[in-house]
């Protein structure tokens, strides 16, 4: 059998050139703030369920709180998607994560059963899209956000 590594580089280098394209850093931008657009949205159309939200974890005034989260899941998810001050975007949603993660997903405190394994799953997954965030600027502080 011969070694052929030409086949081998010819993908690489699509793979490289897709995951590369600017289309699919905005596409996977997008995906990577999609809870922080959808959020503030139903918020937006269901503002007395957004203020019951805020009241169910005791951030009072319900309706100051509401406004605020909406205006910073979404502006935050603009600087991470447009690229203007994309690091600080990005870095503000790896804590308001964090922060929402330890308020919302107290996993620790439920009793064994299906809802303590939710709630584990999802603070860690929790965890993940901080990381991920902190990635993004990361990248975005050392190469730039046109690179």
């Not at 997008?30 to 019951?52: E, H, N, R, S």
């Not at 406004?67 to 203007?84: K, Q």
Request: glycine share 8%; charged share 10%; net charge neutral.
């Amino acid at each position: 059998m011969t070694n052929h590594p030409l086949p081998l580089n010819r993908g690489r280098v699509f793979l490289t050139e897709l995951v590369a394209a600017p289309a699919t850093r905005t596409v996977a931008l997008l995906a990577l703030c999609a809870a922080y657009i959808q959020g503030p949205l139903t918020k937006i159309v269901d503002f007395t369920g957004a203020m019951a939200e805020m009241d169910h974890f005791g951030l009072h005034p319900t309706a100051f709180f509401a406004i605020a989260v909406i205006v910073f899941e979404l502006t935050a998810s603009a600087m991470v998607v447009s690229g203007i001050g994309r690091w600080a975007g990005a870095l503000a949603l790896a804590g308001f994560t964090l922060l929402a993660t330890f308020i919302a997903l107290r996993f620790w405190e439920l009793p064994p059963g299906m809802d303590r394994m939710m709630a584990t799953n999802a603070f860690f997954e929790h965890l993940g899209l901080a990381g991920a965030f902190v990635i993004v600027a990361a990248i975005d502080l050392t190469k730039g956000a046109g690179k």
